[in-house]
């Protein structure tokens, strides 16, 4: 069942076939993009559903989030009739996804180098923790790579390092994977010099951490300097914080340039900072940061939040709202710009959902179909396969 109006536009992997061997978020991610473009994404699940399905906590939202536009097919791929089912359907693929544990897809004749020998065109895809090297046997979690790859560090204050509030190494290494299948489908396929040949695609958690701290790394590099903790650092601008307004709410606000410093004090009516010599430059005003940020604050706390934001914004000054979540369902901008969409899940009911944050031709890739109840599919699957056999 269809939850949102299908656009008469054809999506740019139509005709693209991927298998996904995937759970959890990274190795699924990649699979939503891609089905999110119009690829056909099947995913083979364990007799009962995948786990993830079930999950409870803050993992009680992964399957619905990563997994739409999908199609469910059940196999028992550890019996000797679902791994030939399942050989037979990666045969008629375009794209393989897996992140199970290192050995596991070796042991079931599923790893690339067998795959590769009897399907050449193959792209296969491992969502890993770590790319080839002296960690690679370790088991990651997006909590373990974020302690290794030197987010926590940033993210928290000295002494307390904090992992980020989402998974963000699984779901950048899913679109990772997911920028290398569309690479690998261009160099198989290129009109002119495509190899007609598939290769292997390796995503990994640790790399992709190292990827988001790779400014800091380089401030190091450059400055001989460890960077310091966000909560500690010592920031470009004068005036980029967090400040707390009347009864309680909170802004972030900043001033990155001079004239938005002068913009700042004609809004907060300080025409004793604006005009202060001591504070003409930001190189000045950093250099008494904290002063200036505690006078800034007496002004801040007389302030109500839905009033000064109104004059930020006919400043044309950078600030946000300190927003939750859940918050989001009915923040104005997502919703005009068409970042939630319908969904009918796999139980019956209606959700939103958060879409791909792109358009493409002025269209938001969005949801064509219900997500997939344990096995829903297998019959349509099966029944083509069985229909190819016979052909053959």
Known sequence: MNTAPSSPRRLPLEGVRVIEFTHMVMGPTCGMVLADLGAEVIKIEPPGGDKTRSLPGLGIGFFRSFNRNKKSVVLDIQTPEGLATAKELIAQS??????????????????????????????????????????????????????????????????RPLRAGTSVNDIMGGM??????????????????????????QSALFENCAFLSAQHVQQFLMTG????????????????????????????????????????????????????????????????????????????????????????????????????????????????????????????????????PLLMDGHRPGVRSALPRVGEHTDEVLARLHASRTAA
């Open 94 to 159: 375009d794209v393989m996804l897996e992140n199970f544990r290192p050995g596991l897809m070796a042991r079931l004749g599923l790893d690339h180098a067998t795959l590769s020998a009897q399907c050449p065109r193959l792209i296969y895809v491992s969502h890993k923790g770590f790319l080839p090297g002296p960690y690679e046997h370790r088991t990651a979690l997006d909590e373990v790579v974020q302690m290794m790859g030197g987010l926590s560090y940033m993210t928290g204050p000295e002494g």
């Open 225 to 356: 300097e460890p960077a310091p903790p966000m909560p500690s650092r010592v920031s470009a601008w004068s005036v980029y914080d967090v400040f707390t307004l009347a009864e309680g709410e909170q802004l972030f606000v900043a001033a990155t340039s001079d004239k938005q410093f002068q913009t700042l004090c004609q809004v907060l009516d300080r025409p004793d900072l604006a005009a202060d010599p001591a504070l003409a430059s930001n190189a000045q005003r950093v250099a008494v940061r904290p002063e200036l940020l505690k006078r800034l604050g007496e002004t801040m706390a007389l302030q109500r939040k839905a009033a000064l934001s109104a004059r930020l914004e006919a400043a044309g000054l950078p600030y946000a709202p300190i927003t939750r979540p859940d918050e989001l369902v009915n923040d104005p901008h997502l919703l005009a710009s068409g970042g939630l969409a319908p969904m009918t899940t796999d139980d019956g009911d209606t959700t939103q959902v958060v879409l791909l």
């Open 176 to 201: 990772f994977g997911a920028i290398g299948v569309l690479a690998a489908l261009r160099e198989r396929d290129h009109p002119t010099h495509g190899t007609g040949r598939g290769q292997e695609i």
